[in-house]
């Protein structure tokens, strides 16, 4: 799945978003912000494998009046998980944009009508999840999601002079979600992805209580082989994007960014002289570091909302006789259970003057049982558990298998027994 992530779709997204329904800014209370709303749904409507696509309706209390009384929206698409539809990732971005660097002056005059691209800061980050969302959501590739995928278009989130405040459109959602008891499992805020003409770098911001949470993004790096320079851990902090309102609220959030902050400089980094001006264009991309950034967030979420299921080896390589069932609950906390079965073996025939019974095409049945393992891995592939490793006989067996003392994060369950094997995901959050 990851190859399937289109560069070419990413830079439409963001040329449109550059002049959203012909106008020249996505600035919040502009009709181009307007535009990119409508764009933004309609882009996910088109998706048809999503379950719902809404606007997620807030106001910004602080505006100039009239503005105040404007409604606003987040655009938020779902991805249904079918074991555990109630606990759900947020994948998230920003839909506005700013010019605020042009001078004060020129800035709390001009807003309403000034030139503000916002090619980086931050149609990147929109092109990014409407693609993750293009191939998760695809029937074609086989995505099994156990727990829920929403994809999120933040309104809102950049300073004004119409108003106070930052962060409106996901402060008024992840308040919701924790007054309404959402089970969010983490958040990811992508924000401004794209400036750097000299290394594919990436910052991801955390702070203490979702390391572990940002550390799967530096494991799955290497796993999938994405070759980004990632920074952390240990990972900056800052409250800078969307992310820190879930903080507020208690859950687990990461931002992906060019540099944290973007306006200093580092080894693979130097500070970007288009930051909210007229000048962050589409030329000012590096366009490969886009799609690497993508690339990662969608293996990363895959993995994390699994389990994956290999065509192949469902179709073609798994006997009938046996089976790996997910484990429940998934995700879970400290424990879980994992049920398999485990019938008849066959395996190659003796040979005899007298043809036995279950005899099939050289091969004979046996109720006298199989070796079967089961075995625990991290997504680094060392193994973590030995669940059962021993002669079963025919029949269903269950097994619990406890996360106490291991970080938050993805693992891997195999099932062995004999010829067979077949291995599934889970994942553990604390």
């Known amino acids: 799945m990851v190859d399937s992530v289109s560069t070419e779709n990413l830079t439409n997204h963001i040329q449109w978003l550059e002049e959203p329904g012909g106008e020249n800014s996505r600035v919040n209370f502009t009709a181009g912000n307007d535009s990119a709303s409508v764009y933004i749904k309609n882009e996910f409507d088109k998706i048809s494998g999503l379950t719902t696509v809404e606007f997620d309706t807030f106001y910004i209390p602080s505006a100039n009046p009239p503005l105040n009384l404007k409604p606003m929206v987040n655009v938020v698409a779902t991805l249904e998980g079918t074991a555990n539809p109630n606990m759900y990732f947020v994948i998230g971005a920003h839909l506005d944009c700013s010019a605020s660097r042009m001078g004060q002056s020129i800035w709390n005059s001009q807003w309403s009508t000034i030139t503000a691209p916002g090619a980086d800061d931050n149609a990147t980050g929109i092109a990014a999840i409407l693609e993750i969302a293009r191939i998760l959501a695809d029937p074609a590739n086989y995505f099994d999601h156990a727990v829920t995928l929403k994809f999120i278009a933040f309104g809102a989130e950049e300073l004004g002079p119409a108003y106070s405040g930052s962060h409106h459109g996901s402060r008024h959602y992840a308040k919701y979600a924790k007054e309404n008891n959402h089970n969010v499992l983490g958040m990811v805020s992508i924000d401004m992805i794209g400036y750097n003409p000299s290394f594919d770098y990436q910052s991801i911001v955390s702070n203490n209580a979702s390391v572990s949470f940002a550390e799967q993004f530096i494991h799955a790096n290497d796993i999938f082989s994405i ?77 994390f909302s699994g389990p994956l299921t290999d065509v192949a080896e469902t179709e073609n390589t798994i ?42 095409e050289g091969r004979e049945r046996s109720d006298r049982g199989v070796l079967v393992t089961l075995k625990v891995y991290d997504i680094l592939g060392n193994e973590i558990d030995v669940l059962v490793e021993e002669q079963k006989s025919p029949g269903t067996y269950e097994v619990e298998f406890s996360g106490r003392g291991l970080t938050s994060g993805v693992y891997f369950y195999r099932l062995t027994a004999g010829d067979f094997s077949i291995t599934k995901q889970m994942m553990l959050v604390k």
């Open 319 to 360: 006997p009938e006789e046996f089976s790996l069932s997910q484990n429940y609950p998934n995700p879970f906390n400290p424990t879980t259970k994992i049920s398999f079965t485990v019938q008849s073996y066959t395996h190659p025939s003796i040979p005899s003057r007298a043809m036995p019974v279950g005899r099939q």
């Open 227 to 303: 070759d980004l320079i990632l920074e952390g851990p240990p990972f900056p902090y800052g409250t800078y994007s969307d992310h820190d309102t879930f903080w507020d609220e208690g859950y687990p959030a990461v931002l992906f960014i060019e540099n944290g902050p973007p306006w200093n400089s580092n080894q693979y980094y130097s500070a970007n002289p288009y930051y909210h001006k007229s000048t962050d264009t589409y030329e000012t991309l590096n366009m490969d570091l886009v799609t690497k950034v993508t690339k990662l967030n969608l293996a990363a979420f895959a993995a």
